[in-house]
């Protein structure tokens, strides 16, 4: 996965709409974390909350990642 991930990245501009959707449960908070656009699979479609929550949650979890780096790096850098 982590390399149709890679190739999807190096598309490049050239492809700007084209994303990777993962259909595998198992691996879609990876693809997600690692550049995947998000769920595709058939389980959508009986408990479609449960992906849409797992997708936000996976997110938000990036963004307070970055966030707290950058203020590691802040308070690194202020000493």
């Known amino acids: 996965m982590a390399a149709k991930l890679k190739a999807v990245r190096d598309v490049g501009e050239a492809a700007a709409s084209f994303r990777f959707y993962n259909a595998n449960v198992e691996t879609i908070a990876f693809s997600t974390a690692n550049g995947g656009a998000g769920f595709s699979g058939i389980s959508a479609n009986f408990y479609p ?25 802040a308070f690194v850098c202020s000493q």
């Open 49 to 73: 909350q449960l992906h849409s929550w797992l997708v936000k949650v996976r997110r938000l979890r990036l963004r307070l990642d970055c966030k707290m780096r950058e203020l590691n790096n």
